[in-house]
């Protein structure tokens, strides 16, 4: 298993990478998926959201995993990737494993959308988000913790 320390010294050539397959990910989403609906939208705007009506979600099977070798392999030695991967948010789309989607999931992924609307885009995110996978592990990042105190056990009131 590459140790945090590996991944940050291969990040200056995986970034690139890992930014293109994002990106081209993130232009399917609008295309096969749906807006959110009622509950979805105030799902959104409670974990700070401040553009819900763009977001689109699509459910899938089995979220996607680059293709590209090296990176599926960091994406699922550091957990961002795997069997038990619910969702992934790639800007205002968002991928849903079909018997994964309740409102703790949505909340979270919706998070990760208002983080990447601070941040002012999907590269500028994973940018930042990619340092933290490799400077405190995918447990411990900040903008996973900060998903993870924002998840809702309840939907709310629309």
């Not at 749906?34 to 089995?62: C, K, M, N, Q, Y």
């Not at 979270?108 to 995110?125: M, N, P, T």
Request: negative net charge.
């Amino acid at each position: 298993m590459i140790v945090s320390s590996e991944l940050a010294a291969r990040l200056p050539e995986v970034l690139p990478r890992a930014t293109a397959w994002a990106a081209q990910q993130s232009r399917f989403i609008p295309q096969s998926g749906a807006p959110l609906d009622v509950r979805g939208l105030a799902v959104a705007r409670a974990v700070g959201v401040s553009h819900p009506e763009v977001i689109r979600f699509w459910t899938v099977l089995d979220i996607p995993a680059p293709i590209d070798p090296e990176l599926r392999r960091l994406a699922l030695e550091h957990n961002l990737f795997g069997p038990g991967t619910g969702g992934l948010t790639l800007g205002y789309g968002i991928f849903i494993r079909q018997a994964e989607c309740d409102v703790a999931l949505l909340s979270h992924e919706c998070r990760h959308v208002q983080q990447v609307e601070v941040v002012g885009s999907l590269q500028a995110f994973l940018s930042v988000y990619l340092k933290q996978i490799a400077a405190f592990g995918y447990d411990r990042a900040p903008y996973e913790l900060d998903a993870g105190a924002d998840e809702l056990d309840a939907w709310p009131a629309t």
